[in-house]
């Protein structure tokens, strides 16, 4: 029998997708049987009970960011939180714009509101970011830690630069100048993956050259040194593409956590001006 792994999104067999269904369902049925006397707004009974449950789902949502990290914590599990952080955040769409009746203006409420979309949206792409990526990275690494793949890079070199002492002295400075050299230069090449300059494939496509004019014990060591050069390509290659989509998932942070702080901001600008202003 195989036993499926639930995910963020079949957590407690899609319990907090039937739960947001529920809501969002609620929310419309409310929407179309209510009747005022003017045409729907947030101002009526019903748009203060939208907006009710919407800001506290809101500020549940923005909990999601403290109980991930209180690791002790008895509230829940972390990935039930994020199941619920992913589902009540897609039903906010429904239940804050039925809050608005609609109605939209230059005004702080349609800030509060357009920044809750643009938050939503980014956590859609945080969302694919955080399922798809972890594999990726472990497969970009094949098995192996960060850690390990720097120790083999670094023995690589060792082992090189010991075979190389027969070498041309202009192989022998490159070599010393790989091992120092750093896996990218400039956050747009870890955003990329790529290093243009790297070192290593420089000294492999040098010792490409240099092994069609060797011949007997130099072209052997050559040819060892080649081999391990091309091991180490491959590595950082891996180490490469790991830092890739980290970066990725870090710049992905960088522009929700900002955007989360200010729909805070903005909501409590808009509670503020309605309970004390109107």
Not at 58 to 84: C, D, E, P, Q
Not at 102 to 107: D, M, R, T, V
Request: glycine share 8%.
């Amino acid at each position: 029998m195989t036993i499926k792994q639930s995910t963020v999104l079949t957590y407690g067999g899609f319990r907090y997708l039937k739960l947001s269904l529920l809501v969002s369902v609620a929310a419309i049925a409310a929407y179309a049987w209510h009747s005022p006397a003017l045409k729907p707004n947030g101002g009526t009974w019903l748009g203060y009970t939208l907006g009710t449950i919407g800001a506290l789902i809101i500020l549940l949502l923005l909990f999601f960011g403290i109980r991930k990290r209180r690791y002790k914590s008895n509230a829940g599990t972390v990935r039930s939180w994020l199941s619920a952080h992913i589902y009540l955040g897609t039903s906010l769409i429904i239940i804050a714009t039925l809050h608005t009746g609609f109605e939209f203006g230059w005004n702080v409420h349609t800030l509060a509101y357009a920044l809750m979309l643009a938050v939503i949206s980014s956590g859609f792409w945080g969302m694919y970011y955080y399922i798809r990526y972890p594999t990726l990275m472990g497969e970009a690494l094949r098995g192996e830690t960060f850690e390990q793949h720097l120790l083999a890079v670094a023995a690589i070199d060792n082992d090189s630069r010991a075979l190389a002492m027969n070498l041309s002295d202009q192989l022998n400075k490159a070599l010393l100048e790989s091992a120092n050299s750093p896996l990218f230069n400039g956050f747009w090449q870890r955003f990329s993956g790529k290093n243009p300059k790297c070192r290593t494939a420089a000294i492999v496509n040098q010792l490409a050259e240099s092994g069609k004019k060797l011949t007997g014990e130099q072209a052997r060591i050559n040819e060892a040194v080649y081999t391990r050069q091309l091991q180490k390509l491959s590595r950082l290659n891996r180490m490469r593409e790991h830092v890739r989509l980290k970066t990725s998932l870090d710049l992905w942070l960088i522009f929700h956590v900002p955007l989360s702080i200010a729909l805070l901001a903005a909501l409590t600008a808009h509670i503020v001006s309605v309970f004390f202003y109107w």
